[in-house]
C-alpha cells in the first residue's frame, strides 16, 4: 500500500512538473511575443489603414514646427522655380545698367525679397483652416502610395525615390501663388506649378524598417491572436496558477518596457541622422505622430499588466498580502457591520459572498477585462475608468458579505 501511494505520489509529481514546465513555455513565448504583437497590431491598423493613417498625420498641419517647414520649403520652391537672374537682367537693362552673371546685389535682394514675401504668404494659409483641407486631402490621396513606399516601390504623389517618403506640396504652392496674386504681387505669377516636397520619413529611418514594416504588417492580424492564445493556454496548464499569472504579468510588464525603451532609441537614432536641411523638430512632430498610437498602447497593457500582477500578489497567502487584505477590508467591514447593526443586513446572500469570494471576484475581473476589450483602442484613461469600476463593485461585495447575519445556530447544511 505504501509503495502503491509512493508511486502515485510520484507519477502526480511528475505531472505536476510537466505541466509547469509546458506553462512556462507558453507564457515565456508569449511575454517576448508580446511586443511584436504590438507593433505588429500598429503596423497593421495604424499604418495600413487609411481613416486612422489620415486621421494621426492630419493634427501634424496645425503644428507650428511642420508650418514652418512647409512654408520654408514652398518658398525655396518659389525661388528655385522663378528666373531671378532673368528679373534682376531686366531691372538691370531698365535702369541702364550692364547685365551680371545673376550673383550681383540685385539678384540677392530680388531673391531675398521673394522668398520673404512667400514666406510669409505660405506661413498665412498654412495657418489658415483651408491647409487643413489641403493637408488632409493630401494624405487620404496618398496613402496608398505610401504604403507602396514602405514596401520599396515608388508611385504616386507620395514615393520612397532615394528612400525616403516625401509628400508633394505641389497643391499648397498653387494655393499660395494664387493668393499672392490675388493680393496684387503681380511676381507671383512667374512661380510655375512645381512638385516640391515634404519628407514624412526620411532614408535611414525608412531603409532600415522596411523589413520590419512587412513583416509586422502580415503579422498584424494572427500574431496578436496567437499571443492572446499562448496566454490562455499557459495558464489553463500552469498547476498554481495565481503564482503563474503574477509572473507572467510582470514578465509582460518588463517586455513592455523594453518595447517602450525601443521606441525612444529609435527616435534619437531617427533624429540624429537627419540632413541638416531637414527640420529637426518637424520631423520628431511627424514620427511622434506616427507611433502616437504605438506608444499608447505600451502604456496602456503596461497598466492592465500591472494591475494582474498587484491583483495576483493581494489574493495570496503571503503575509504581506494579508496585511494588505486586512487594511482594504477593514472600511467595508466596518460599513457591513454598521448595516447589520441597524436591521439592515443582507443575510443569506451577503453569506453567499463571503463563502465565495474568490469565484465571484474572479468573475467580476473577467466581466471588467471583457468590458474592456470591447472598447475601440482604449486608452489609460479608459483602462483607469474599468479598473476603478471594478474597484468599487468588489467593495460593494465586500460590505455586502460583512453585513450577512450569522448563520443560526443548529441549522443542519
Not at 513555455?25 to 504583437?37: I, N, Y
Not at 517586455?255 to 536641411?277: F, K, Q
Request: with cysteine.
Amino acid at each position: 500500500m505504501s509503495q502503491a501511494a509512493s508511486e502515485s505520489g510520484e507519477r502526480t509529481r511528475g505531472r505536476h512538473r510537466l505541466r509547469l514546465a509546458l506553462a512556462c513555455l507558453f507564457l515565456a513565448l508569449a511575454c517576448v511575443l508580446t511586443p511584436v504583437a504590438v507593433a505588429a497590431s500598429w503596423a497593421d491598423d495604424e499604418i495600413g489603414d487609411t481613416d486612422r493613417f489620415v486621421a494621426t498625420l492630419a493634427p501634424l498641419s496645425s503644428n507650428p514646427d511642420v508650418q514652418a517647414e512647409v512654408a520654408d520649403r514652398v518658398a525655396e520652391a518659389a525661388v528655385r522655380a522663378v528666373d531671378v537672374g532673368g528679373l534682376s537682367d531686366a531691372l538691370r537693362e531698365a535702369l541702364g545698367l550692364d547685365p551680371n552673371d545673376a550673383s550681383g546685389p540685385v539678384t540677392g535682394s530680388i531673391r531675398n525679397l521673394l522668398h520673404g514675401v512667400v514666406n510669409q504668404a505660405a506661413l498665412a494659409f498654412v495657418a489658415s483652416d483651408a491647409f487643413d483641407v489641403v493637408w488632409r486631402d493630401a494624405l487620404r490621396l496618398a496613402h496608398a502610395s505610401a504604403l507602396r513606399a514602405l514596401e520599396g516601390e515608388d508611385d504616386g504623389a507620395v514615393t520612397s525615390s532615394g528612400g525616403e517618403v516625401v509628400l508633394d506640396l505641389g497643391p499648397t504652392i498653387d494655393r499660395v501663388r494664387q493668393g499672392l496674386v490675388d493680393r496684387g504681387f503681380s511676381i507671383a505669377t512667374n512661380i510655375p506649378s512645381t512638385d516640391q516636397r515634404f519628407v514624412l520619413l526620411h532614408r535611414e529611418g525608412l531603409r532600415k524598417g522596411q523589413d520590419a514594416f512587412r513583416f509586422l504588417n502580415a503579422a498584424g492580424t494572427w500574431l496578436p491572436i496567437v499571443v492572446a492564445l499562448l496566454f490562455v493556454v499557459g495558464v489553463c496548464v500552469a498547476p498554481r496558477r495565481r503564482r503563474v499569472i503574477m509572473w507572467t504579468a510582470l514578465g509582460t510588464l518588463l517586455a513592455l518596457l523594453v518595447l517602450a525603451i525601443g521606441l525612444a532609441v529609435a527616435r534619437r537614432y531617427y533624429l540624429d541622422r537627419l540632413p541638416s536641411e531637414i527640420s529637426r523638430d518637424a520631423a520628431a512632430a511627424t514620427f511622434d505622430a506616427l507611433v502616437r498610437f504605438l506608444r499608447e498602447t505600451t502604456r496602456t497593457l503596461a497598466i492592465i499588466a500591472a494591475a494582474v500582477a498587484i491583483a495576483a500578489f493581494v489574493v495570496g497567502p503571503a503575509r504581506r498580502a494579508a496585511a494588505v487584505r486586512r487594511v482594504l477590508a477593514a472600511g467595508p467591514d466596518a460599513a457591513g457591520g454598521a448595516l447589520a447593526r441597524t436591521g439592515l443586513g443582507t443575510g443569506s446572500a451577503g453569506r453567499f459572498v463571503a463563502a465565495r469570494r474568490g469565484p465571484i471576484y474572479a468573475v467580476v475581473g473577467l466581466l471588467g477585462g471583457v468590458w474592456l476589450a470591447w472598447w475601440n483602442h482604449p486608452t489609460v484613461p479608459a483602462v483607469l475608468l474599468v479598473l476603478l469600476v471594478v474597484l468599487a463593485v468588489v467593495a460593494v461585495l465586500e460590505v455586502v458579505a460583512a453585513a450577512g447575519t450569522p448563520e443560526p445556530a443548529g441549522v443542519d447544511r
